[in-house]
């Protein structure tokens, strides 16, 4: 059987042996000038211009064929697989050759190429991976294509109904891949760019806040995928939605959105380090405030909100809740060590002045103008980056509060957040009410907090509520909360006794004005003595009631013990009333009074110097003794021995430690206490 | 007086420095060099060294003089008058000292000299004897003498496109490649493939100034015959085994040559399709005249071998027709066509691309559509 004619071409073309490259050629360019509408020509053609690695001669027939041939499916399968090596690592000789062939093409048709063969693969996720690949390559092709890839990515997302879920496959390509790129290098943008921001928002806060469930992370699995990867529905693979630098990645998109819109910014501010940025946006945020200027507006509201997630997350993750990074011992977005137990703000209230320190909501504001002073505990492991990190969410917060249009746009952006966001922006929110002395609203946040019984939240939560429920001034709460946190925290070791804050309560807080927070890790060592300035605190406040008894008193003076002499003060207090009253009655008193001093005191309150108090102390009743015994002299003379032998044996026996013992009274005589309180 | 005339024309500015030195060079070859016998050795470097001043510009003392396009043009028109004003008894020795300048611009690389040389060898018409002389003395200088490929001869298209272009024109009229007697030096096939390869666009050159020059010659019919009568020449030359001049290695390199100038022909042929360029780089009749020489150049009962090298010059033929036949630069003439077909027919072996070739240049609507469903 005889070859046709073209088929006879090509034979011959081939038919050269490698050493004369000349001939073949010569061949196709006669059997291309004799049958210029042969495709089988052009591609032999194409093809020994390839084998020969000729990278412009295989870019001019590629593109000849793809301009006179646009229907043969072995051009566009060629086309494909040029594409497909454009997303593979360069070492590979053939590979790099078609990454050069495709660049030596006119942009135009490397338009054409990728836009053919996109639109002939039917996943829109790898469609998209392929138009920004050749994006990334080309970044030409931005222009034409970034924004048909951004309305085609959002329309997917709600096609596929996973937008109830911001960390999914369509969002990451566009906040993370295709947005940066398209507000780089495209030209005129038509869209709304702060609902990209929105998107983008919530994109990273959603993923700097989702649990992290799976730490066994499959590389081997997900490191081969390429065009096929990424499908609807969750089962997504790990490593496709990992995100490097989050934080950074939405700082760079708010510039470079500001950049577009014409923001006064430092022009380079895009290339600069993400710390640089963070001042930055700071500075610009409280001088376009303070200019005031209807157009800032825009730049205000979305400075903040970037600013406020960012500060809040990054608070929060330094507060150790379940929430954030549960398992981990760096937190991944933030790169700062996770505290292995939480750290909470509390109020330190003043005894003396707890009346005067608590703001009716009326008078918040005012009382804000003095912001009040923050002291960290020293176990906390970055307490400046912590604070900045409050003081900004807190500025923000504000500002995003401070007229109707951004308080709508901020609940708008807040309306969306999954849950665990939700619980972070409350304990923001927690943490920022005390701040502000405004209990009533952070008791409120704290009941909305969901936390399990068994969660290290628990005991942060409950101080929490103990120092809202005294700045309240509803002590029987705040007793009972505390009361309650004793109970649950196991004791391990002696209680702090350094506590830096806790002894400037005592020393400055009288001289100082202004309201005092401490921060403090929720370490029994350090909550402990804090349940116990709660405790004393109250108890003294209750010194001047009419309620007061005498078990008031004395539960004062037990738990006066605790890093004594520290409360020696306090306790001379106690005394003078005592004396002044002529008589003191508690049976349990050698029960949980050990301390020496305090023993003294008593047995000189017994004597004529004392003020000859009438003292009712031992384990069983004085007057129970008295009807027992006939009522002599002789009788009662052996009562104040007994006394004296009890005093003195209770300061020769060894005693338990002090926080054990007070634990123990806390414990035993829950009740008494809390009647003090009714 | 040797002396003085090199200090007065160093004294002298363009242009009257150059005319000076013409009128000198003229009137010392007409009068003075008959009567004094020989010249000597002081004598001839002094005119070497007027020439490479004055003419070239390609100074050996000072800094180097650049003429401005307007200068050049008018170092042109004194080279010509001083041609044309010479009395005709030492217009040869005229030219005979020009070769030795031709070759010396070459060497210097001097553009405007070998511009105006490339003008004269066109005017003069490439074929013409004066010009083969000049080439054969410029083969002998680059190609024989030094069969080192030289630095200077290989970049010749670039320093002077037209000079290169006339003067392979020049160069395939003196080797024909007709037989062992006119077989093209090795070296100066070397330069030619290279050039028409790395330059698709350097046969073209003395067309280009058809416009201008009205007389004209392209390189192309020549290197075309070299491509297509070379295999069956170099076929023959190893069939004469210990008789054959020339080594079998040699034969090989010519033809490995020729596959890639003619696959250079052929590029230059499809650039010319993409050019607006006036026809006359090759025709029909070019053509046709090389088949007949073809037929010449062939043994009248050809062995296997070179029964299978004359096919490969058919196929050569037909490519660089059909080809051709596409551009519009090419001179068509049905009678010529015909003339090869009837040629191909009846006095050459059957080659089915030629005759796939001429059957379409024949029946040019009938010739493709049944073919390729075939």
Request: proline share 5%; glycine share 4%.
């Amino acid at each position: 059987m005889e070859l046709s004619d073209v088929d006879w071409l090509v034979m011959r073309a081939r038919s050269f042996p490698k050493n004369d490259p000349y001939s073949a050629k010569a061949w196709l360019i006669t059997a291309k000038s004799l049958y210029p509408q042969s495709f089988v020509i052009q591609f032999e053609s194409y093809l020994v211009e390839k084998t020969a690695k000729n990278v412009d001669e295989a870019a001019r027939n590629l593109q000849d064929m793809l301009q006179n041939f646009p229907h043969e499916p072995v051009l566009w399968s060629e086309v494909h697989s040029i594409l497909e090596s454009l997303q593979k690592e360069p070492q590979d000789q053939k590979v790099s050759f078609l990454t050069d062939l495709f660049a030596a093409i006119p942009t135009s048709t490397q338009c054409l190429m990728v836009l053919h063969v996109s639109e002939s693969i039917p996943d829109v996720l790898d469609r998209c991976q392929l138009l920004l690949l050749a994006m990334k390559k080309f970044p030409n092709l931005v222009q034409e294509h970034g924004l048909k890839l951004v309305e085609m990515l959002l329309k997917e997302e709600t096609k596929s109904g996973i937008v109830n879920n911001p960390v999914n496959c369509y969002r990451k390509l566009l906040v993370c891949d295709v947005m940066p790129m398209v507000l780089h290098k495209g030209g005129h943008l038509e869209f709304n760019m702060f609902h990209l921001l929105q998107k983008a928002i919530e994109f990273h806060l959603s993923y700097v806040s989702q649990p992290n469930t799976h730490d066994h992370t499959t590389d081997t699995e997900s490191t081969k995928l390429s065009l096929k990867i990424g499908r609807v529905g969750g089962g997504f693979p790990e490593m496709d939605l990992q995100v490097a630098d989050p934080w950074g990645n939405l700082f760079r998109l708010l510039i470079l959105i500001g950049q577009r819109l014409n923001w006064d910014m430092e022009r380079d501010l895009v290339m600069k380090n993400k710390e640089y940025q963070i001042q930055a946006l700071q500075h610009q945020l409280m001088r376009a405030k303070v200019t005031g200027a209807e157009i800032n507006n825009k730049q205000i509201l979305h400075t903040a909100m970037v600013l406020f997630v960012y500060s809040m997350v990054n608070y929060v993750s330094f507060i150790g809740t379940d929430s954030s990074s549960t398992g981990k011992s760096i937190d991944l977005t933030t790169n700062h060590p996770v505290p292995s137990v939480p750290v909470v703000l509390l109020e330190v209230f003043n005894c003396s002045r707890a009346g005067a320190s608590v703001p009716s909501r009326s008078k918040k504001q005012k009382l804000d103008v003095s912001a009040p002073t923050i002291h960290c505990s020293s176990g906390i492991a970055s307490p400046t980056a912590m604070l900045q990190a409050f003081e900004l969410a807190v500025k923000c917060f504000e500002i995003l509060n401070s007229t109707e249009e951004m308080k709508f746009e901020f609940y708008h952006l807040c309306q969306n957040w999954r849950k665990e966001t939700q619980s972070m922006l409350s304990y923001f929110q927690t943490d920022m009410c005390i701040y502000q002395g405004n209990y009533q609203d952070a008791v409120m946040h704290l009941q909305s907090l969901t936390v399990p019984s068994n969660s290290k939240m628990k005991v942060r939560n409950s101080l929490q509520m103990a120092s809202c429920y005294f700045g309240l001034k509803q002590f029987a709460k705040a007793c009972e909360q505390v009361l309650d946190l004793v109970d649950t925290i196991p004791s391990s070791g002696p209680m702090s006794s350094t506590l830096s804050a806790d002894d400037s309560t005592e020393e400055k807080g009288e001289t100082k004005s202004g309201r005092r927070l401490l921060m403090l890790q929720c370490l029994d060592g350090e909550v402990l003595p804090f349940c116990l300035h709660f405790l004393i605190a109250g108890l003294k406040e209750k010194l001047a009631s009419p309620q007061r008894t005498d078990s008031t008193l004395a539960h004062l003076i037990i738990l006066l013990q605790h890093d004594w002499p520290k409360h020696e003060s306090t306790f001379s207090e106690v005394i003078s009333i005592i004396q002044m009253h002529g008589s003191f009655t508690y049976n349990t008193f050698f029960s949980y009074v050990h301390q020496v001093d305090i023993l003294e005191e008593f047995a000189f309150l017994d004597t004529p110097e004392g003020g000859k108090v009438n003292l009712d102390i031992m384990p069983i009743s004085t007057k129970a003794l008295a009807q027992q015994r006939t009522v002599t002299r002789g009788v009662n003379k052996g009562v104040k021995e007994d006394f004296r032998a009890t005093l003195e044996k209770q300061v020769s026996s060894a005693a338990e430690p002090a926080d054990v013992l007070i634990r123990r009274f806390l414990k035993e005589e829950r009740e008494e206490i809390l009647k003090n309180f009714v | 007086m040797a002396g003085n005339i090199l200090n007065r024309l160093f004294r002298l500015n363009f242009p009257d420095c150059t005319r000076e030195a013409l009128m000198f060079l003229t009137s010392f070859i007409s009068q003075d060099c008959p009567t004094i016998p020989g010249l000597s050795a002081n004598t001839e470097q002094m005119i070497v060294e007027i020439c490479q001043e004055f003419v070239l510009f390609k100074s050996m003392r000072g800094p180097q003089k650049k003429l401005t396009e307007v200068q050049e043009l008018h170092l042109l028109d004194m080279i010509c008058k001083c041609f044309s004003e010479a009395p005709e008894k030492s217009k040869y020795r005229i030219f005979n000292l020009m070769f030795g300048l031709v070759s010396l611009a070459l060497s210097v690389r001097c553009t405007p000299v070998l511009f105006c040389a490339a003008i004269w060898m066109q005017e003069r018409d490439s074929l013409s004897p004066d010009v083969k002389g000049l080439t054969q003395r410029l083969v002998s200088d680059y190609c024989l003498l030094y069969p080192d490929p030289s630095s200077v001869f290989s970049s010749l298209p670039s320093v002077s496109p037209l000079f290169a272009c006339n003067f392979v024109t020049s160069a395939t009229s003196f080797y024909s490649f007709a037989g062992a007697d006119s077989l093209p030096p090795l070296s100066l096939l070397q330069h030619v493939s290279d050039w028409v390869y790395k330059d698709n666009t350097m046969c073209c050159e003395s067309l280009r100034q058809a416009t201008i020059h009205s007389a004209y010659t392209t390189p192309f019919p020549g290197l075309t015959g070299w491509c297509v009568r070379g295999p069956v020449v170099c076929c023959q030359l190893k069939e004469r085994g210990p008789d054959c001049p020339i080594s079998n290695v040699h034969i090989e390199q010519l033809l490995q040559c020729l596959n890639k100038l003619h696959l250079a022909l052929l590029q230059s042929l499809v650039f010319t399709a993409s050019v607006n360029l006036s026809p006359g780089l090759i025709s029909a009749s070019d053509l046709a005249h090389i088949g007949q020489t073809l037929h010449v150049v062939c043994s009248p009962k050809p062995k296997h071998e070179e029964l299978a090298a004359c096919n490969i010059a058919l196929e050569r033929l037909a490519q660089i027709l059909q080809v051709a036949s596409t551009t519009r630069t090419y001179i068509p003439d049905r009678g010529k066509i015909k003339e090869m077909e009837i040629l191909a027919k009846e006095k050459l072996p059957y080659c089915r691309l030629l005759n796939m070739v001429l059957n379409k240049q024949l029946n040019p609507d009938a010739s493709i559509k049944g073919r390729v469903t075939s």
